[in-house]
């Protein structure tokens, strides 16, 4: 059967969702092609798609970007006949997604089983099951909602992801030199701004949460993409890499003989202990990824469900400090109930703490979040989730307690990673912040942090590489 996946637009990370989809339904028989299609200037890739005829189009849809994805959907149901499957997390969290006109099927959660069993049964039959798990099935006006399988607890029984597919059609992925893999899956926290809690509902009596590869298949695949894409750096996309000590430990006295790539990944600052911080090193890690996401105490161990002191953090950021692992400090301004002065203290956190970068996103209520709950009972969201921009570093759609308060927050981001950076900046930046959040703090803040993400890569471009860089970050990732 031929399948075609339709992404509206591609950056520097390789999709890992669609690409394991892409190598499981490869691996069972089935033709699979990408396609890039946004807008009227795709045209070329439209021709392409139509002349390859899929009988089965998948998108991957996060909340902010559903509108366009039902676009798209609508456009090309006009010009072909196929079955469309709406996956990933705004399926996952918003199911009733279902009941747009032109979606026939969403995959919820894990998709590689699922997804594989619908086309083969497509095939097979030439026509949509009602009774398949983790999918919901529209039939006429009929919906058929089915329960979700087990979580897979073999991760390396997948078929590794298909980053082939993506790296020969995208010359974005190569601008970055970085590939993403993945090592672990599930997250057993339960921050109220995350996903995950609701997730692990979703799966609950359901298998474990928190699944480990074998560092041999992990090894394997890496060196198997290194014979057709030359990267110089690896990033885990996990939610958290160093959960298990143990498992840290045999990763480095394999990765480092097998691999030796340098490479980053995401850490919890309470379980950045010095054994799990020298097993890193050893491996060659070089930067980790962690989460401070506000400065105060109170509203990170209350609201957020995070309960994590900034004594701790400091201590953990000095531990990795003490080993020369560069840290990346995530942020979100703008919590419910947050003002401006609360997102000033995160600021002043962040410049005590010293990572390298400080990177700030605005929080916005996307679907299934425990968060999002408390915004809409609390009045601070009207819980229209169409009103959710794509990128959650542009807009906030919660109701604060001044009118100005959301610019001025807006206007914090912009300048966030500087300011970390170069305190004494701070009088300047307060009298900016007096002026409505514009296009021109926009672009600065965007460049801001390409800059500083860019010292941390661990190797240099050419003149006309970091051009290429620069161009794919500004049109395409922070866009």
Known sequence: MKVAFVLEKIGFSLPLGLAYLSGALKKSGHTVRVFKISGHSDEGELRDLLSYAPQLIGYSVITGTQKKYLEINKRLKERLDFYSVFGGPHATFYPQIINEPGVDVISRGESELAFTELADFLEKYRELPEVMENLWVKKGQKVFSNSLRP????????????HRMFVEKFGSLKALRRREFIAHRGCPYSCSYCFNPEYNRLYEG??????????????????????????????????????DEQWVSKFSAIYRKEVGLPFSANMRLDNCTEQIVASLKDANCYLVQVGVETGSEALRSGLLGRDMTNRQMAEAIELLRKYKIKIIAENILGFPSETYESCLETLKANMELGPDFANASVFNPYPGLKLTEYAVRNNYFSGDFNSLQPLYYRSSPLFFRKRKESGQILNLRCFFSLL???SFLLPVFKILSIFRYN???????????????????????SPEGYLRLLATYICSYRN
């Open 439 to 461: 296009r021109l703090y926009k672009l600065a803040g965007d460049l801001l942090d390409g800059f500083y993400l860019h010292k941390l890569l661990p190797y240099r471009f």
């Open 151 to 162: 979580l897979i607890s073999n991760l390396d029984s997948l078929p590794f992801a298909d």
């Open 206 to 243: 359901k298998g474990p949460v928190y699944r480990a590869r074998q560092t041999e298949d992990i090894c394997a695949e890496i060196n198997f993409v290194r014979q057709f894409d030359n990267f110089k750096f690896v990033h885990f996309v996990d939610d958290v890499f160093t959960l």
């Open 420 to 422: 970390c950076k170069h």
